[in-house]
């Protein structure tokens, strides 16, 4: 620090040392994710706000500060569970970056408690001690349609999303945007939604110029609708094929297909009609016609073609 123009003898000259020496201090500062290890979640940052030197002969020197690399990130996470939440961390993402009061070197190989590295001079707020929390959000890009009555981990449109209020939890995925017509020859941008004949539709992976979206699946992904949601009550949700709605008392189901894998238990009455029988219960075999081959009873009936009497 150049103390040289300082004058002796002048009673500010306590407050100019004070706040100079405050200069150098590292507290907090903006930065963006310069490139981001998924590993050991680290990553490079780069400071957003330049250092400032007020020079002798009046002039003001703007500097920008070094990288600063292998910067642990901050995410929800017990250690001790193992429980948390991530979310992709890219280039540009903006953060808040801290400086700790010690070097943070030990703790950052071994974790828990540590002395700090140094023993004559320790570091303090240096700018090799820093962590980030990823997510600090300028005016220039606000998070979009905010939700003030709930907990939600969404897209950036809210298209993608599950919320949690303070009565039911909510799953929902939907196309929130008008699709355009199909056509082979118009320049498609990434994110743009097209409908084709069938009625399906596809969500632009990148900037292309009629790639047909059924056959390419690297430029297109198909874009489909559901809704999922969860209450003190009853679960409920719906989806472009197929309904489905499951109460404390009673389960239906409305689909097209409906594929089970497995062991399928009953316990209770079985109606309806299918042409799959004949069905296993705990009380002998179902079946539209009286066609059982093992070995059977009939309960208060005389043998005939028709399918009564109670099976054992």
């Known amino acids: 620090m150049d103390n040289s123009f300082l004058k002796p003898n002048d009673p500010g000259i306590l407050q100019e040392v004070i706040q100079r020496v405050l200069l150098g201090v590292n507290t907090s500062i903006p930065g963006t994710i310069q490139s981001f290890n998924s590993e050991n979640q680290t990553a490079v940052i780069v400071p957003n706000i330049r250092s400032i030197e007020n020079r002798r002969d009046g002039t003001t020197v703007y500097t920008q500060l070094p990288d600063l690399i ?15 939440v991530t979310f992709p961390v890219a280039q540009g993402d903006q953060c808040l970056v801290i400086f700790a ?45 905010f939700q003030i009555d709930c907990v939600e981990t969404r897209d950036t449109n ?49 900037d292309n110029t009629g790639v047909d979206p059924e056959s390419d699946k690297e430029t297109w992904q198909p874009y489909k609708y559901s809704l999922f949601e969860v209450s003190n009550e009853q679960i409920s949700g719906e989806t472009g094929k197929s309904s489905f709605v499951m109460a404390e008392e009673n389960i239906t189901l409305d689909s097209g297909d409906i594929i089970l894998k497995g062991n399928v238990k009953i316990d209770g009455i079985l109606s309806g009609s299918t042409s799959l029988l ?23 009936v005389t043998a005939g073609d028709d399918n009564t009497g109670g099976v054992k």
Not at 116 to 137: C, F, K, T, W
Not at 166 to 189: G, H, L, M, R
Not at 283 to 300: P, V
């Open 278 to 300: 004949p069905v296993t219960t705990a009380n002998g075999i179902l079946h539209t016609t009286k066609i059982i081959n093992a070995t059977h009873i009939h309960d208060g």
């Open 70 to 84: 292998e910067v642990p990130l901050v995410f929800p996470y017990s250690t001790t569970t193992g429980f948390s």
């Open 158 to 206: 809210r298209s993608h999303r599950v919320t949690v209020y303070d009565d039911k939890i909510q799953i929902f995925s939907v196309s929130s945007i008008v699709a355009v017509e199909w056509n082979a020859v118009t320049p498609y941008e990434e994110g743009m939604i097209v409908s084709i004949d069938s009625g399906k539709k596809f969500k632009a992976l990148k």
């Open 101 to 145: 009061q010690r070097s943070i070197d030990n703790w950052q190989e071994y974790g828990r408690v540590q002395n700090p590295v140094e023993i004559n001079y320790p570091r303090a707020h240096s700018l090799s001690d820093a962590m980030a929390i990823v997510g600090l959000i300028p005016k220039t890009n606000p998070i979009q349609n």
